[in-house]
């Protein structure tokens, strides 16, 4: 049963204060671990003046509520998400707006920010029913952070050119620090934006958990205007398998026209 252990270890780490903690465990996770990126080149980019900043209220208004994608349920007060910037260490400055873009936090600076978590909705087996396979289809789903941020003048698109920057620059791995958890990150590499947007830039994370095999997972940063969106979705299914856990299209998509 050690897929239905890894399931239940990964729904497990969903009380952990720091999204990050998703990928090593809550604090009985390895200290270190081996990531592999993918990010994108900028795409989109507009010469039309920014808009005006967003307020930290307008964002949690603008956030993705309940009913607004089909087959997806919210958690608008998730407690795992970390609050500040601060819960966050990069131990290189051109890394931390990667570091920020996997926990749900602005990439680049600003007091206008919002988060809370998507999670696919499953059927629950009753008590009888439940042997190693309906364990693991229970554990089926997949969650993702979304974060939202917005900034004056330009301040959207020179912290989406961070994150692709940061990318570049960090190509050779960097340490994240967060709530007591560690993880080393061994590479970043580009991968494919979603294209949406004013904006986007990408990148996937391949974390080697434990002995078990490893986890690889997406993250997508978009910019409407003058709002920065993130997405970063952990498959606890897929956890150890292998298998890349991407963000659902129908997430990103929803929140995307949400901020035009």
Known sequence: MKRSSRARTGAAATVCVLSLALVTGCGGGPQGGTMEAAASPRTGTSDAPAAKARS??????????????????????????????????????????????????????TDASANNTVTSQTSTPSPEALDEVSVEGAFDVDMTIVGLSSYEGDGAEKAVEAV??????????????????????????????????????????????????????????????STVSTYYTVDFASLGSGRAATVPAAVLDAQVDKLK
């Open 56 to 109: 930290a209220a307008e964002l949690e208004k603008l956030l993705l509520a309940k009913g607004d994608v089909a087959g997806y349920d919210v958690d608008p007060g998730d407690e795992t998400l970390p609050k500040a910037k601060s819960a966050v260490k990069a131990d290189r400055p051109a890394c931390a707006p990667l570091a920020y873009a996997l926990s749900g936090l602005p990439p680049a600076d």
């Open 164 to 225: 692709s920057d940061g990318i570049a620059a960090c190509s050779g791995g960097f340490g994240i620090a967060a709530d007591g958890e560690k993880l080393r990150i061994t590479k970043v590499a580009a991968g494919k934006a979603s294209g949406k947007g004013d904006q986007s830039v990408a990148f996937a994370v391949d974390s080697r958990t434990d002995d078990e095999g490893t986890a690889t997972f997406d993250v997508d940063v978009v910019r409407v205007g």
